[in-house]
């Protein structure tokens, strides 16, 4: 089965300065990977996600980038603000696969004034 | 109500009671999840329906019993659990179209207490 590796699992970030979370996958037929922010006491929430037909997406401060080579992404998030504080989860998935997303371990941003 | 909701919110019981989880998606969703999340570990998967037929079961222990009685439902029944079952259970939900899968959007869990 696929497997996701996250790091840092912890970062601290001055505000305004730009953070970036790595995450690696073992099986090159995940072709979905998106990224879930989870706030103290609050559901994941998708933020941003690509598919393997693209190398790169943005979304104002937020970006993702992909490596299928390499098989790993990441997630940029610039200009930080202390409402980016939060825990971040990558995941996986691919077609095919039994409607399974695999998670990383989770990195704990935090972002300070 | 709209998304992903969960019932009850919060939930304390002893090892020898039974429980039921409920979760309930309003969004046309063809596969729903559950999901273990205790204090500094990753989402652990535990089931996936699609379609209403259970697809995976990630070697959890028989005390969680599934239950998905038609797409836009999904139980977990729960006996004779154990300390090390409390944590955070979040249900989720999302859609799988022409084998491409789409964000899966998530309840806000049920905070269980196993005393």
């Known amino acids: 089965g696929e497997n996701v590796e996250q790091h840092p699992s912890t970062l601290s970030v001055q505000e305004g300065d730009s953070a970036v979370i790595k995450c690696t996958y073992s099986?090159?037929?995940?072709?979905?990977f998106p990224w879930y922010k989870q706030e103290l006491g609050k559901r994941p929430q998708l933020i941003i996600d690509?598919?393997?037909?693209?190398g790169e997406k943005k979304d104002q401060r937020i970006a993702v980038t992909l490596n299928k080579t390499a098989k790993h992404f990441s997630l940029h998030i610039t200009e930080t603000q202390p409402e980016d504080s939060a825990v971040y989860f990558c995941?996986?998935?691919?077609?095919?696969?039994?409607?399974?997303?695999?998670f990383g371990t989770g990195t704990s941003l935090t972002v300070i004034p | 109500e709209t998304g992903v909701t969960q019932t009850p919110r919060h939930l304390v019981m002893g090892m020898t009671n039974k429980k039921s989880l409920k979760c309930e998606q309003h969004?046309?969703?063809?596969?729903m999840y559950w999901y273990k999340q205790s204090a500094k570990k990753p989402l652990e998967l535990m089931f996936v329906?699609?379609?209403?037929?259970?697809?995976e079961n990630n070697s959890v222990p028989s005390r969680f019993s599934p239950e998905c009685p038609n797409s836009s439902h999904l139980f977990l029944h729960l006996h004779t659990l154990q300390p090390e079952d409390s944590a955070l259970y979040l249900c989720?939900?999302?859609?799988?179209?022409?084998?491409?899968?789409?964000?899966?959007?998530f309840g806000p869990g049920t905070r269980l207490t196993v005393t």
């Open positions: 099986d090159s037929a995940s072709n979905y």
């Open positions: 690509i598919r393997s037909n693209v």
């Open positions: 989720a939900s999302s859609q799988e179209l022409a084998g491409s899968l789409y964000e899966q959007y």
């Open positions: 969004l046309g969703h063809n596969a």
């Open positions: 995941a996986a998935s691919r077609r095919g696969g039994g409607n399974q997303f695999y």
């Open positions: 329906y699609n379609f209403k037929e259970q697809t």
